[in-house]
């Protein structure tokens, strides 16, 4: 049997436990369908056609010799979506522009990216429609490319968008280049605070463009019948976020699209966004038949987004007494083919941790011949904060100074003002801190050949929009449905939190996720939003279903709503004048919703605010062989500040 | 050109299929005989969340034809609980937390599986070099090399 841990005096019976997983038998048998595993009567196979140049502008696309081969039963380019105004709007902790995402989806003028979409067929079999995307003739003008960071922001480098001014630089540059945006955080003044300092470290910092790496490739099947309504069932992180973007790019009423969202093998940022859906979606409208498309590794390598790779300089003055007097850092993130990289997280983020009196962050958001970054845990902050960390640690090292006492001595605290805006609330940067001084990780001896870290980090989170209903079933138990895709557990903890909130055991909560017809508008999960947005709504919901309850019992016990409670899991008379009856169970209760009202069930819409930011310090040991050069972890320590 | 008219046994019931010279043993256990199970996650044996075994043989189903399982035997996901009970490792492995997405479990499981056959009794470096073929993202390994190591001292009546 497993443990159920709970903290000894704990208020809660179910929060804090460790149950087994709702999801669990499904997972362990091979029975849970994700992306790839859905099948439809007479569906067909989409396939895309690829840009083999990293930049190319498009003459023509001749797909007449792929639409005539036997099988193929759709083919689209760029001419299936209509051109997008330029507008950003917000998706996850990223901003998206359709103009860019149309052109993302399908390439028009050009091909950005070795792997950019140029056109997609649908044909019986996998065979065919690969025999077909060697039909399509397309006449390219091979552009020249840039893939670096740094090459790209040079004067002459190969420009992706003849049309892109730097945004956020006063006056306005009058040349286009391949730097989107410029932005910036100040605080104080740092040339005054690099006078102060006795000791002053510069380093630059490459990082690569690192996948998210999901186990499970991108994959959706759509359906859409003759009378223009559609189904699409996808891995995503967020199916309502899918449809808005496809019914966007089609030009369809959202009301046509119903997305259901399948198990998610794994996002980490990267299924945040959309790629196949909207190509799908067309197929099968062209096709008349259900499009399944699935991409291959390599696809999700070329043409899927991964987290920026970046050039990083930081400068850090200290005084001798370990106090930071200046921090200077200056942030080139590619975004690859579209604007749109994480570098304002990634600036907001740099020295987040701290409370500094100089600082200032300067960011650029540069675009290069690469697939469009997505984002990927923390979208920008390790980028940043491994550049700050790596440079304060030296600082430690330079002063003779205990790597955290430094840190303690300029951590952040509440009512620091962060360099990005807003002062903060009660947060645990110093706990963490001491935390780590304090574990025993932090006086282990090291051996030979290695070495000890230690570096703190921030990030935000995000609440947002969410609706949760939970209704009580016939029989007393209940059905609770979430629109958030549950990526690592999510049903567990909200069906502990509606068991908690109403004192029945958590085996008698069905919990799913439903598909966009079923609720309100979500947000997609993501921002470490889902449990908390999702669970906020489901006490909600379930504290409505206990009001609800209270009111058929007081109907039927001719009371007065307020002389009814509900406590463990059942109705009660409550007060001094409520007389004498026994309690209602759920199941009680649920037997008597016909005739007293109907059914019964909770229904949250809420915008979850008051999402705290998240603090960490990690200490982390390493060991080398010198021979080799090969690097391990000997051992590692998180401490989380969790909100 | 025609397709190939494969007899096997799968789970330990007899079943033949038609395939394409070029489809794998991956393609022809999802798309022709429905067991969705088993994962394709890079079909260049990297991964692992395809395997099976083969004759008792641990395989990635992506490496191989499926007109090479002619005349075999394949295990895959679907056989491993025995009716409604679960095998010991799959229930170790919801026990210990030790999935997370879900995606790679398949994969571990049958490998895992496909040790305790051979190595009833394995170390903790045996199990982590044995199951160094099947990739995780989400939990991390150590959940896993537990889940395994409690199944094998529950199977072995410890």
């Known amino acids: ?643 | 050109m025609a397709k190939h008219h494969v007899t096997a046994t799968v789970n330990g019931d007899a079943v033949e299929f038609l395939c394409e010279t070029e489809e794998t043993l991956l393609d022809c256990l999802r798309d022709q005989l429905g067991l969705i199970g088993t994962k394709e996650g890079c079909s260049t044996g990297d991964c692992g969340a395809c395997s099976v075994t083969v004759d008792g043989r641990l395989v990635c189903s992506c490496l191989m034809l499926g007109v090479e399982a002619n005349g075999k035997s394949v295990a895959t996901i679907e056989g491993m609980a025995q009716g409604d009970v679960l095998h010991p490792l799959q229930r170790k492995f919801i026990e210990h937390a030790a999935l997370q997405c879900g995606i790679c479990t398949p994969g571990f499981l049958v490998a895992a599986k496909s040790l305790l056959e051979k190595s009833p009794n394995p170390s903790e470096t045996e199990v982590r070099y044995w199951l160094a073929g099947n990739l995780c993202r989400c939990t991390g390994y150590d959940k896993i090399v537990r889940a395994v190591l409690d199944a094998a001292a529950e199977m072995r009546g410890a």
């Open chain 1, 1 to 643: 049997m497993q443990e159920k841990v709970r903290e000894p005096g704990s208020e809660f019976k179910w929060v804090g436990t460790r149950p087994d997983r709702p999801d669990g038998a499904d997972k362990v048998t091979g029975r849970a369908r994700f992306g790839a595993d859905l099948a439809m009567a007479g569906q067909i196979v989409g396939k895309v056609l690829r840009s083999p140049h990293p930049h190319a502008r498009i003459r023509s696309i001749d797909t007449i010799a792929a639409e005539k081969l036997a099988g193929v039963k759709a083919v689209v380019t760029a001419k299936d979506f209509k051109d997008q105004p330029s507008e950003f709007i917000p998706a996850g902790e990223m901003m998206i522009n359709y103009r860019d995402v149309v052109r993302s989806v399908m390439a028009r003028e050009k091909a950005l990216y070795e792997g950019h979409p140029i056109a997609a067929v649908a044909a019986t079999s996998t065979a065919i429609a690969k025999q077909a995307l060697k039909l399509i003739k397309v006449d390219y003008e091979v552009l020249p490319h840039v893939i670096d960071v740094v090459e790209a922001m040079q004067p002459g480098a190969p420009l992706l968008d003849e049309g892109m001014f730097t945004a956020g630089v006063e006056p306005a540059p009058k040349t286009p280049s391949n730097v989107a945006k410029r932005v910036e955080f100040v605080l104080g003044d740092v040339a005054a605070g690099f006078k102060q300092a006795d000791v002053v470290v510069e380093r630059s910092f490459t990082t690569k463009p690192v996948h998210q790496g999901y186990i499970e490739p991108h994959a959706c099947i759509a359906s859409v019948s003759e009378d223009g309504q559609a189904d699409l069932w996808v891995t995503t992180q967020g199916h309502w976020i899918v449809r808005a973007h496809c019914a966007r790019l089609l030009g369809w009423d959202i009301s046509k699209i119903r997305v259901t969202a399948s198990e998610i093998g794994g996002g980490f940022g990267g299924k945040t966004v959309v790629y196949l859906e909207p190509v799908a979606l067309a197929l099968a409208k062209k096709a008349g038949r259900p499009v399944k498309m699935v991409m291959t590794r390599e696809e999700v390598f070329r043409a899927s987004g991964p987290t920026s790779g970046a050039h990083v300089r930081v400068k850090i003055g200290a005084r001798k007494d370990g106090r930071i007097v200046a921090a200077e850092a200056e942030l080139k993130y590619q975004a690859g083919a579209f604007p749109g990289s994480p570098v304002q997280p990634g600036a907001m983020c740099a020295y987040a941790p701290y409370d500094l009196e100089n600082v200032k962050v300067v960011g650029y958001d540069v675009v290069t011949n690469r697939p469009k970054v997505a984002a990927y845990r923390a979208p920008g902050g390790p980028i940043s904060e491994f550049a700050v960390e790596s440079v304060i640690d030296e600082i430690a090292g330079k002063i003779g100074m205990d790597p955290i006492e430094l840190r303690l001595k300029n951590a952040a605290k509440q009512g620091t003002k962060a360099a990005y805006g807003p002062k903060f609330g009660p947060i645990g940067m110093i706990a963490t801190l001491e935390a780590a001084k304090a574990h025993a990780h932090w006086r282990t001896p090291l051996g030979k050949n290695q070495g000890r870290g230690v570096a703190s980090g921030f990030w935000f989170n995000i609440g947002g929009e969410t609706a949760v209903s939970l209704s009580l079933n016939e029989d007393g138990t209940l059905a609770l449905t979430a629109g958030t895709p549950d990526i690592g557990g999510l049903r567990a903890s909200l069906c502990m939190m509606a068991a908690e909130e109403l004192g029945v055991p958590m085996d008698k909560i069905r919990v799913a996720i439903g598909d966009t017809n079923s609720l309100g508008y979500n947000f997609l999960t993501g921002g470490s939003r889902s449990t908390f947005s999702s669970g906020m709504a489901t006490v909600e919901a379930a504290r409505e279903v206990i009001k609800e309850s209270c009111k058929r019992a007081a109907k039927l016990w001719e009371l007065p709503e307020d002389a009814v409670e509900y406590k463990d899991g059942a109705v009660r008379p409550a007060g001094p004048n409520a007389g004498k009856h026994n309690p209602m169970t759920l199941k009680e209760i649920a037997g008597i919703a016909g005739k007293t009202g109907g059914p019964i069930a909770g229904y949250s819409r809420i915008n979850a605010a008051g999402a705290a930011p998240s603090l960490a310090t990690h200490v982390c040991d390493v060991e080398v062989d010198p021979e080799t050069g090969r690097v391990w972890v000997v051992r590692y320590t998180a401490i989380q500040d969790a909100g």
